[in-house]
């Protein structure tokens, strides 16, 4: 039993778990659509495709710069899910989208954000020998966030006697040292969120195990 | 006044202060030669290339596997450095000299580990305004003991006023909050040593601001 941590999606690489973390804030947001009953989430790997594959009835999430796009319901912030109870969300993003395709060959394929993280662990423990957690990062670069997320979803892996495989899952367990807020403040999402105004969402998902909702594909 | 921290080499991008880190074992065994009296270092990129460049009278330093090549003067271990005071020592390297030329488009180019930490930042911060530290890694993978020297090193920048710049630092920053013996012993680096029974390289390479000689070229 043990698990590794990708920095970056690496597509192809993924046979058993493989748990997907864009902490700010696409898995964060998909946890929380779920936890506030949403029935089912498809990811679109854009804003056209997410306008293409809504069907009558169905909510609409996406952002641009951060901000809801025209004509969209939701964007994709944690702290605004109106809306979702029994319905079925599409969520337009760009890089938990695209690392969930990366991680589509795995038998298991989970969003892990902090606010389900040790849920996430659990759940991942049970499914398979192997788990990968894989970081979304942010246009192809790696992200502190995701990481600090992926390595204190790592810690509830150690608890549950896995072990870490690799440089990069040792260093998302010695990163997970660190506070969240304080780390999750430093990254260039929280910088770029700022400045549109949505610190707050954040401050959100900094939460760490506040739900237990695992969302599964 | 700023620093980035690059968990690998991205050459062609370095123009005010390189600071490169291979710190399990090559910029720290580089340190402790010059610190015993070496004349100066020359980098070579292989252990032929050492061969060929080594003139009469010089020391040849290199491994294989972690070990002293057959008709090489010292095995590029931290703990032996005899016989190379007044002399010049020609040191077979791959990830750190291959970090090295990345990095020779920069005005100033440092060695920098954590022994000479402290004295690494000041130098580097008394250099100019924009410093790059350049962490080696192994064969193109990022390494968990050079991201960590690098955060140690950053520490002494933010010191001396510098700003972290990108997720990376942060990275690094946050990372060297974590001991520094815990850290390089979880590395695959020591990993490695530790196979060829070396593991004391690696106690001598975790330490702290034990000497102030910056190799510089």
Do not use: W
Request: net charge neutral; with cysteine.
């Amino acid at each position: 039993m043990r698990f590794r941590v990708d920095p970056l999606p690496r597509p192809g690489t993924y046979r058993e778990v493989a748990v997907v973390v864009d902490v700010i804030r696409a898995t964060t947001t998909a946890g929380v659509y779920l936890k506030e009953g949403a029935r089912a989430l498809v990811l679109a790997p854009s804003l056209e495709a997410a306008r293409l594959l809504r069907a009558p009835g169905e909510v609409l999430a996406g952002e641009v710069g951060g901000l809801k796009p025209p004509g969209f319901d939701l964007g994709n912030s944690p702290r605004e899910a109106k809306g979702v109870a029994g319905r079925v969300v599409v969520m337009a993003t760009t890089n938990g989208t695209k690392a969930a395709h990366a991680a589509r060959g795995a038998a298991h394929l989970l969003l892990g954000s902090l606010q389900n993280a040790t849920a996430t662990a659990r759940l991942a423990a049970g499914l398979g020998e192997e788990v990968a957690l894989v970081c979304a990062g942010k246009e192809g670069q790696v992200a502190l966030d995701d990481l600090y997320a992926a390595g204190v979803i790592a810690r509830g892996l150690l608890a549950q006697g896995f072990a870490p495989q690799g440089d990069m899952a040792h260093l998302a367990l010695f990163l997970a040292e660190n506070p969240p807020r304080e780390v999750l403040l430093a990254s260039e999402a929280a910088r770029a969120l700022k400045e549109v105004g949505l610190l707050a969402d954040v401050e959100v998902s900094a939460q760490v195990d506040v739900h237990q909702v695992v969302p599964r594909f």
